[in-house]
């Protein structure tokens, strides 16, 4: 059984105890200890189910790369799945539970899944969604969906605080081990401003654990001065708790700070994550322990021999009583010492090399430990925890020679570099051949803005697998990217002492000779149960490139990303390729390094401030007056404003009848207002205009339509002569940024030597629209200026005051009423709209939002960018060659709407329609014509573009586009309607109300 | 995501600072060009694995149009400069050139 | 004349830092090319200060002009007196290509001051706010809106679009929330 040791625990605190639950037991743990440590000392190695197979699953690792011990964090709001244990802090009221098993942990009607093991193999996926089709839909899918999903998702909303923060450095260096102390200590020397980031609580990495010597003392002390050092230095910023998540273009960094994970409700943010620009990278990232590939490494119990290691030093926790150690390196061998130092019992070495010679083994035996040499675990005796191992030779095939009873299997591989962050944006890998592992080239780094070098890696990660020569690398290292940085570093290096190891002999099958059933039982990829067998069936299946095998495989698809499967499965497939490793190369190492919560990648980002949300100065009181709120682009414009039980559509047809028998009020804030002046004004204008700007006399308005270089309308409005040199330009709501962008476009790129200047103006301005027979009267209410029809004449302006505000009002009519436009400083529009409401009552003055304000200008036949308009329709095509000037010798548009399939007979073009019995043309519905085409549809010869129930006319009218246009007046025509129904419908003038204008005119 | 320093008011820009504008020094054809005088203009964009031009526009900051050389494989930029100029300038001519001796040329 | 009204009423939030809503604030948009002679005399006129340096900004009292780009100024006065800065840049300016145009009710003003003000900001804008010249006016971003910000007495005044007010509020207020320091 796994237990606390009486002694021991550098990490942990026992005079501090915690209380938390798994699976709803009660347990206790220490301040220090990582929830996976406090499980072992529970006794709890059985911590999950693995994906496909529902094969019982312990705890392999103590840190990141943990494929197996992935829980349920929290509840409700707290709630969060496929947290690893070997990464989760304990904290007092900590609730986990364990995932991806039914009913229970320990009984798991899932498991059922293993019998047919044999019809889940390398490829299910891909095999059954080609045949049989039937089975797929009636056996497979439900099959899969039951066991499908890793954890669970969440039932609530993320109840903590997440946010962003920006920083910049010369040099960025992560991991925190001796490696990253020692080139933070180099690259501060230089003045650099250097930030270090390490993504455990603690910092120093393995060194501590190994036992190493620095600068002849404890790892530890060098640590803890170095540490000190540093925190006092300016430059030197630190961060703990901080995964370097990816490196990408230009020396972008992104790192997930957990902040509050181990202390939930303390009101801080839960992870913040870092959004940095670092001029150099060193990526002292470390190395990750390999498992071995012998039939039952799966079963719980079979451990990392770093993870056990770390668990009796870390958190003075054994994983068992009897461990049996299985390597092919010497590094192994500090398990054996450390487990025997501790206490425990370690029955047997089993060394796959031949000959071992090493310092350490001559320790682990001058302490009476058994080794035994060239030989292999055949394999793991045991179901929910190991038993025994059974032992053979490494070069046979698995006749068993002997059997040892244990309950930990401690098991190394040898080790691989972390180059994640070395490789995310292009750094290139060479293959090490003395220590079976691919290392970063760094004659092929991943490169920055000015083509230098932009990562570099450092130590173990390096390489440099030992303290000594990790230490002395990333000395080396960080000395160079300070010289690459035209700066000097000062202070001496410190240097390591360790105990030496000798070489490693890679090892990739156990044993070598394995036959099929034990190939079968040798789980490469934990989490999403891929074995030795299924790599080369995928092989055989041809497979052969790396990166389809392990689509095929799912090897390394699961949340640890292949951490460690990814090099042990390359090496299988080269087995089964026959070719060399380095030419079967890895997969692609991509951004995160171990997954960031998306909480922590949508920071600030959520309920209220999700996205900006524009809002005029009138906003408060639409708000308070029950408007009815539609998104245009990013502003709220009320689209009604109903009164009691009023229904939307009653609603706008009340503001519609009563705008045209009295007056109404419509917030026109959001309208672009663009002012352009300078000696080229008018130049300009003509040139970004079909018609002409340049001749529009001082006071008065003008229709306008804009073209893109294609001819192809973009965007309409009124342009307004303030003075001889300046106009103001109205462009659509949606148009304000992008039109002045394209001006500023066409100003700074093109014409830079015309003397011009624009300014967007839109929010200075609130602006209202007060529209209706009544509206003069209204308006004459307020008192100010002249609004009669003599001073102030349909398409004029007039600047003023109303109601005692300065103002400009427009006299122009989008709705075919009587209709003034004004425009009142910001700040005062609330104050001026409130007057109008106020003076209007006797009036009959209501709001009127922008549905009413639709459907009145489609009875009138006006055009609306968006609906009129797709990106391919010109202003040809709506009848609105009135607006466009044969005069001018260019504008923007001109060359494009003069290609020759724009004059086509055949291009649809603007009508009215009325439908035969009066009901509205559905959205969206076509005009069918005769035949099918080649698909086998029917044939259309247009559609309808803005169709409306008129309250006015009392049915339904609508705009569409047609072949032929308005030479089709008074033909009969057929919409298509849902599901399979037509409705016939009469080509008629676009104009239905007040044809002459004699309303707005007056 | 880039940095690209806007040569206007030189802020070391944040990709996220800045809008894209695609191909740069794209000769303007107007009425009286031909069909494929207006076709290439509108549409036949370059698209090099290697030595581009480029359009940006310090959207969140100066507001400027400004022009860069970058290599699109590497990321490498060569250089920005203001958007004035009928063609790039001599010495990032020459930079490309010396960092790039296969490139062809600007034309 | 009804008093003009900033966009959220003052809105104030305390937390690491004090986010205070001011204004109205006067602001004129003033548009020349540095090479236009009658500028700096424009300025001077307007606001008393001198023509700013590219990326800066020039404070006298309740007073200031900023550099918005190579052809663009901001001036910032006291609500009231924009009609009079008007006439002095137009007096002054003359016939010279310029465009002048009042923009306090374009803007938002928000004062975020305190020891760590500075970190309020870094969590919204990707500006290396530790490299800028103590003068320096820095147009960015904050989250998703376009901001303008420089130092003032105590912290910092940020500046956005009316419309985005309560958003920057909300941004703000999330980014000073206690607990939350950098460090």
Known sequence: MSTRLQKGGRLIDRSSAVEFTFNSKRMRGFQGDTLAAALLANDQMLVGRSFKYHRPRGIVASGAEEPNALINMGTGAQFAPNQRATTTELFAGLTARSQNHWPSLEMDIGVVNGLFARFLPAGFYYKTFIHPRAAWKHVFEPFIRQSAGLGQAPTEADGDRYEHAYAFCDILIAGGGIAGLQAALVAASSGARVMLLEQNAHWGGRAPVDGDLINGKPAEEWIKAVLEALGKMENVTMRSRCMVAGSYDHGYVLADENIADHTPGDGRPKHRLWRIRAGRIIAATGALERPLAFAGNDIPGVMLASAVRDYVVNYGVSAGDRTVLVTNNDDAYRTAIALREAGLEV???????AEVTGDLPAKARAMGIRITSGRAVVKVKGGARVSGVAIGLQAGEGAVLEEVVCDVVAMSGGWSPVVHLFSHCGGKLIWDDAQAHFRPDSARPPTNQDGASMVFAAGAANGALQGDAALADAGRVASNVVGELGLKTRG????????????MEPVWVMPQGAN???????????????????????AREGYTSVEHAKRYTTL??????????????????????????????????????????????AGESRGEIFQPLR????????????????????????????????????????????????????????????????????????MLYTNVMSNLPVGKCRYGLMCNEQGFLSDDGVVVRLSEDSWLCHTTTGGAERIHGWMEDWLQCEWWDWQVYTANVTEQYAQIAVAGPKARQLLEKLGGMDVSKESLPFMGFAEGTLAGLPVRVYRISFSGELSYEIAVAASQGLALWEKLIAAGADLGVQP?????????????????????????????DLNLGWAISKKKADYLGKRGQERTYLARPDRFKLAGFETLDGSVIPDGAYIIAEGVNANGQRNTQGRVTSTYHSPTLGRGIAMGLIVGGMDRLGDVVEFNTLPNGTVKARVVDPVFYDKEGEMQNV | MLILECPYCGVKAD????????????????????????????????????????????????????????DTATLEVFGTYPAQVGEPPAEIIAKIKAKRPDWKGFK | MSDPVSALGLARFDGFATVQEIGPLGMISLRAGPEVKALAKAIKAAVGTGLPAPRRIVVAGDRAAGWMSPDEYLLVMPYADTEAAMAAISKTMGAEHHLAAVVSDARAVFDVTGGKADQVLRKLMPVDIGQMAPDELRRSRAAQVAAAFWAIDGGYRVVCFRSVAGYMMGLLTHSAQPGSELN
Not at chain 1, 558 to 577: E, F, H, P, R
């Open chain 1, 516 to 538: 099929t059933v034990l190939r079968a039982k040798m789980w490469l990829d934990f989490q999403n149960d891929v074995k030795v067998s299924d790599v080369q069936l995928a």
């Open chain 1, 347 to 353: 029955p047997l070495i089993i060394d796959a090399r």
């Open chain 1, 848 to 876: 009127y939002g922008t549905e009413a304000m639709h459907v009145m200008r489609a009875e009138k036949g006006f055009i609306m960018m968006g609906d009129e308009t797709d990106g391919t329709v010109i202003p040809q």
């Open chain 1, 556 to 601: 390394g698809m699961a949340t640890d990303q292949g951490k460690l499967s990814n090099i042990n499965g390359l090496a299988v497939l080269s087995g089964a390729l026959n070719e060399p490793i380095p030419a079967v190369g890895t997969t692609t190492f991509r951004p995160p390094y171990t997954p960031v919560p998306l909480g922590a990648l």
């Open chain 2, 15 to 70: 990709e996220t600072e800045l809008a894209p504008g695609y191909e740069a020094h794209l000769k303007r054809f107007g009425p009286s060009s031909s069909p494929e005088e207006f076709e290439a203009y509108m549409f036949a964009r370059k698209n090099p694995k290697g030595v581009h031009f480029e359009r940006w526009r310090h959207a969140y900051g100066c507001g400027k149009w400004f022009l860069a050389a970058r």
């Open chain 1, 492 to 503: 001496k290096l410190a240097k390591a002492v360790v105990c030496s190891e000798a070489a």
């Open chain 1, 615 to 686: 809002r005029t100065p009138m906003h408060a009181w639409h708000e308070a007056h029950a408007a009815y709120l539609e998104p245009v682009g990013l502003w709220r414009r009320a689209y009604c404003y109903p009164r009691g039980p009023e229904t939307h559509e009653q609603a706008v047809h009340r503001e519609i009848l009563n705008t045209r028998a009295n007056v109404g009020l419509l917030d026109a804030s959001t309208l672009g207002k663009i002012v352009v002046k300078g000696p080229d004004a008018g130049r300009f204008l003509d």
